[in-house]
């Protein structure tokens, strides 16, 4: 458990970080670290030392949280090891990032970078062609669950009653429940469930276009709707093909290997590995996608965009009440998020954490009920 | 196809959108039969109220340009290659007379007035042109 600890906490973080700096990259010239800038003071020294700053931040932000790990190993608080640096490097990491674009932000107040230049809002009259998203992930999983139950189905009959329900890091039962289809095929029921949520997610992605840049032209407007698109699905239903990988794999162990330490925690650490390579990957491809839209033609120069960025609250969380849109644009990072000045954002904004949250405690009651 | 729109500029937001439809169309980067995104997804994509992107269609849809169904939504309604609606020709011409003064009493020469028309004919023409090629 504590090497378990000392490895992961460390490695973990360090892909969010990856991450994190690599999402840096993915948005347009006219928004440095979530600041709206325009195009004439994109490569600004002030902006490049920012962004140097935020890169240096996520550095020193994983060095505290790794010191933090061993200090809590060490104190032989191995549970709250796995936990805390986690937290701790995601609050760092945003810390970085308010902080560094707070630089920017005095020099383009100080410096009336967006005085008298001209700005347009823009966006596409004609619609941007829907792709449906491809079958193959959300085919693939449904063949790994359905494998893992038809096992189930024959082994069966002799499976013991009663039936281990929960287990230890090291694959040792620590409860147990009488054997019903419930108590079998649950864990099972949970996976095909996600799966179907993530699949209907990926769909829902698809359809929403990405706010348009007016320093983007027609086709890099248009390309970032697609890669945008494209991130998502490919995104959410690889996740789901992992994670239906993923337990059926810890079920498969748990029927077919019982007792075997290794068998169940390989499946529960391959899982996180495999999640945290999916989205690396899927978000650097859509940094190598981006980069024609990213582009700038100083023959055709575009007007710079209006300067939203009373609007964006940390340049994380948008609020603006006189927005129509529910959802809109990431402006860090890609995807979409919820207007909060629009009165359904914010009921969603905490009707979502709360069911989340009651469906977990739903499930962990479920399976400790018997 | 893009749409930019000024926030500051003196003219409103939906006449703004108005005349860029209206150019798309005469230098054929909207054809007869494009659909045109939702009011309700145009105003969520620009950030406006959807009452004035309502209004910039229903203009567009008054004057023939653009016609809206239940099943299809709104599609450019026709093009330059048909004849002008009956009627088309009365009111132009009073908005044209209205330009035309302007250049003259701001002391245009006539032939520059000519000058200016012919090359902006030719502009839309020569986008037509090209706008025909990469769609074949």
Do not use: C
């Not at chain 1, 529960?268 to 999916?278: C, D, R």
């Not at chain 1, 996608?289 to 582009?295: D, E, F, R, S, T």
Request: charged share 15%; aromatic share 6%; hydrophobic share 50%.
């Amino acid at each position: 458990m504590t090497a378990f600890v000392l490895v992961f906490a460390p490695v973990f973080t360090a892909l969010f970080g990856i991450l994190f700096a690599l999402i840096v990259a993915l948005r347009p010239p006219g928004l440095p670290l979530s600041v709206r800038v325009p195009q004439a003071h994109s490569d600004d020294p002030v902006v490049l030392t920012a962004i140097r700053r935020f890169r240096w931040g996520l550095v020193l932000a994983w060095v505290v949280t790794a010191a933090v790990t061993v200090a809590l190993v060490l104190s032989a608080q191995a549970p709250l090891a796995a936990v805390i640096p986690v937290l701790l490097y995601a609050v760092l990491s945003i810390l970085a990032l308010v902080l560094s674009r707070r630089m920017i932000l005095r020099a383009k107040r100080e410096g009336g970078w967006f005085e008298g230049i001209p700005v347009r809002v823009s966006a596409q009259i004609t619609e941007p062609a829907y792709h449906h998203p491809p079958i193959v992930w959300p085919a693939l999983s449904a063949i790994v669950l359905a494998v893992a139950t038809a096992v189930d189905v024959a082994l069966y009959p002799t499976l013991p009653d009663p039936i281990p329900v929960h287990f230890t890091i090291n694959g040792r039962p620590d409860n147990w429940a009488a054997k019903s289809v419930w108590s079998v095929f649950g864990l099972l029921m949970v996976g095909a469930g996600v799966v179907v949520l993530l699949t209907v997610l990926s769909i829902v992605a698809a359809r929403y276009a990405a706010r348009t840049q007016a320093d983007d032209n027609a086709e890099q407007a248009a390309l970032r709707t697609r890669v945008q698109r494209g991130l998502l699905t490919s995104l959410l239903s690889e996740l789901a093909f992992v994670l239906a990988l993923g337990i059926s794999a810890i079920e498969l162990a748990r029927r077919l290997l019982p007792g075997v330490a290794w068998a169940s925690a390989t499946g529960a650490i391959g899982l996180v590995v495999l999640i945290m390579v999916v989205i690396i990957g899927n978000v650097a491809r859509a940094r190598v996608q981006l980069q024609p839209a990213n582009a700038r033609d100083p023959r055709n120069p575009r007007p710079d965009a209006v300067d939203d960025d009373q609007h964006w609250k940390g340049g994380l969380f948008y609020v603006n009440r006189d927005d129509p849109a529910l959802v809109v644009s990431r402006r860090f990072g890609l995807g979409w998020t919820l207007n909060l000045g629009h009165p359904a954002g914010i009921a969603l904004m905490i009707l979502l954490p709360l069911a989340i949250a009651a469906g977990s405690i739903a499930l962990v009651l479920a399976a400790h009920s018997h | 196809m893009l749409i930019d729109i000024d926030p500051h500029s003196e003219s409103p937001l939906y006449q703004q959108l108005r005349d860029q439809v209206v150019q798309a169309i005469a230098d054929g980067t909207l054809k007869p039969g494009d659909s045109l995104t939702s009011v309700r997804q145009l105003a969520g994509q620009f950030g406006i109220n959807s009452a004035t992107v309502g209004k910039g269609y229903e203009l567009l849809r008054h004057e023939g340009l653009v016609r809206t169904s239940r099943r299809s939504g709104s599609v450019i309604a026709r093009g330059p290659a048909e004849e002008p609606t009956p009627g088309f020709s009365e009111g132009w011409t009073d908005r044209l007379r209205t330009l035309l003064a302007e250049a003259v009493a701001h002391g245009m020469s006539e032939a520059s007035i000519r000058q200016t028309t012919d090359s902006l004919l030719a502009e839309f023409a020569s986008r037509r042109a090209g706008a025909g090629r990469s769609a074949s």
